[in-house]
């Protein structure tokens, strides 16, 4: 069982407090973690706001080198993060899980350093020389989620580092260890106060809403559901804070009459069911043209019954649980609605502790809940069409708008299509495939700014315009 500690100040810092965090697979305690008070808050943020003054002023190519440092560190320590990822997420150890996970969270660490944001010189003429510099902000405090803790920790933390800001970030409680750990093994490389770390079970003390109002905070960047981020961007008005939200998502795929249903069949399922669909930009609803709807169904259904679900520990587990009892309460509920209003192709039972098969439920249309809210786990509604426009329309009205995807055979056809749907990110063929060449976030209530590339990065400086 693990046992980690904050690390405030590059020093482990001790508090009276600890909480229990749950194997999602067993019930089980995978470990504690330090139950944070607002004083530790108050320590690391004073932390952060000191290493700042002197991190601040470093070069460029110093910068590009700590975070590199900090990749290198990941990478030695792969085996490690994944296993307590899988303890305390449940995702499997192979296939898409937790050592995907890590290897993601390398390799974004690493595009991610070599990345910058040089002067611009706007006007250099006979009336004078104008430059546009980009400045870092201060103190960054990062509130990640749980169902990929430590990729998203590596995409908040290092834009920050790379732009010369410090940080504070707070984990999910459901998630904390490999964070703690993450961060221990940080400051290995990094110097004293650059990055702190706060975990708490959020019950007598918020951690999140006191980082997002916090005076010494310049900089929230959050991921989480919409809900939270409305209360995080009211809280954080208050000190006219800059943020970076990254929120829910009801992403629809849309399947033309010309795709070969076995062809994107392997593609729709993980499209949807990427880490048992606990995923920000999963497809969560499918809607498949009529002509061609019963046979992408039979495909998808014969492609998703032979994936193996179990513990995460267990290498031939290729999906895991849900990873908390909330979220799957919330699954458990949706299915039981759509039960009544639909066909069942799979699935459609929980099963022992928080596992829930992969689930694919037919005749469903826009207004029923399944279709209308983001389930966040293993079900995928199928939801049959007939004509374009209509579909175009239904596929965009969700107050959500995160990601899309277009299948079809004619990928003309189908970048014309994507120019119409209503969302940051479309894919045609497939779902879900971010990349850190490219920036990501949502439109509507699915977010606020972009994270990744160049994009992403400046959004953790402010501009100064020098005139000469």
Same mark, same amino acid.
């Given at each position: 069982m693990s046992e980690l500690n904050l690390t405030i100040d590059g020093k482990t810092h001790s508090v009276a407090a600890r909480f229990d965090v749950i194997n999602p697979a067993t019930g089980e305690v995978a470990g504690t973690a330090p139950n944070a008070t607002l004083a530790d808050l108050d320590l690391a943020v004073a932390a952060a706001k000191t290493a700042f003054v002197t991190w601040s002023q470093k070069s460029d190519a110093e910068l590009q080198a700590a975070c590199e440092a900090v990749t290198a560190k990941i990478g030695e320590h792969a085996e490690e993060l994944a296993r307590l990822i899988t303890l305390e997420q449940g995702k499997p150890l192979n296939g898409l899980g937790s050592r995907w996970e890590v290897g993601g969270a390398q390799a974004w660490a690493g595009y991610t350093a070599g990345l910058s944001l040089p002067v611009k010189v706007l006007q250099d003429d006979n009336a004078g020389r104008v430059e546009m510099h980009r400045k870092p902000l201060g103190v960054v405090g990062s509130i990640t989620p749980w169902n990929f803790p430590l990729m998203i920790a590596i995409w908040h933390v290092l834009p920050a580092l790379r732009t010369g800001n410090t940080v504070v970030i707070k984990p999910s409680p459901y998630t904390p260890l490999a964070t703690l750990r993450l961060v221990e093994l940080m400051n290995e490389v990094l110097p004293a106060g650059v990055v702190n770390i706060v975990t708490g079970e959020d019950r007598e003390v918020n951690l999140g809403a006191a980082m997002s109002s916090h005076p010494d905070i310049r900089k929230i960047v959050f991921t989480g559901s919409t809900g939270t981020g409305k209360r995080v961007m009211q809280s954080?008005?208050?000190?006219?804070?800059?943020?970076?939200?990254?929120?829910?998502?009801?992403?629809?795929?849309?399947?033309?009459? #010309?795709?070969?249903?076995?062809?994107?069949?392997?593609?729709?399922?993980?499209?949807? &069911?990427?880490?048992?669909?606990?995923?920000?930009?999963?497809?969560?609803?499918?809607?498949?043209? #009529?002509?061609?709807?019963?046979?992408?169904?039979?495909?998808?259904?014969?492609?998703?019954?032979? +994936?193996?679900?179990?513990?995460?520990?267990?290498?031939?587990?290729?999906?895991?649980?849900?990873?908390?009892?909330?979220? &799957?309460?919330?699954?458990?509920?949706?299915?039981?609605?759509?039960?009544?209003?639909?066909?069942?192709?799979?699935?459609?039972?929980?099963?022992?502790?928080?596992? &829930?098969?992969?689930?694919?439920?037919?005749?469903?249309?826009?207004? #029923?809940?399944?279709?209308?809210?983001?389930?966040?786990?293993?079900?995928?509604?199928?939801?049959?069409?007939? #004509?374009?426009?209509?579909? +175009?329309?239904?596929?965009?009205?969700?107050?959500?708008?995160?990601?899309?995807?277009?299948?079809?055979?004619?990928?003309?056809?189908?970048?014309?299509?994507?120019?119409?749907?209503?969302?940051?990110?479309?894919? +045609?063929?497939?779902?879900?495939?971010i990349q850190p060449n490219a920036p990501f976030g949502g439109v509507k209530s699915s977010g606020l700014g972009v994270e990744f590339t160049e994009e992403g990065l400046a959004e953790y400086t402010d501009i100064q315009v020098v005139f000469s």
């Open positions: 954080a008005a208050a000190t006219m804070k800059r943020l970076t939200l990254e929120l829910g998502g009801n992403d629809a795929g849309i399947v033309l009459p #010309d795709a070969d249903p076995k062809t994107i069949a392997e593609g729709l399922f993980w499209g949807a &069911f990427i880490n048992n669909g606990q995923t920000c930009a999963a497809m969560k609803r499918l809607y498949v043209h #009529d002509s061609i709807h019963d046979e992408v169904c039979k495909e998808l259904v014969a492609y998703a019954a032979q +994936i193996p679900v179990g513990n995460g520990l267990e290498e031939g587990s290729v999906l895991g649980p849900i990873q908390n009892k909330m979220q &799957f309460d919330k699954v458990a509920g949706l299915v039981a609605d759509a039960k009544t209003r639909g066909q069942v192709l799979l699935g459609g039972e929980a099963g022992e502790e928080l596992f &829930f098969k992969p689930t694919i439920i037919s005749g469903l249309k826009n207004g #029923d809940p399944l279709v209308d809210e983001e389930q966040f786990g293993p079900v995928l509604p199928v939801i049959r069409y007939t #004509d374009l426009d209509e579909v +175009i329309a239904a596929a965009n009205d969700s107050e959500n708008g995160l990601g899309g995807s277009i299948w079809t055979s004619d990928i003309e056809a189908g970048r014309k299509l994507a120019a119409r749907m209503e969302c940051g990110s479309v894919w +045609i063929n497939k779902h879900g495939m």
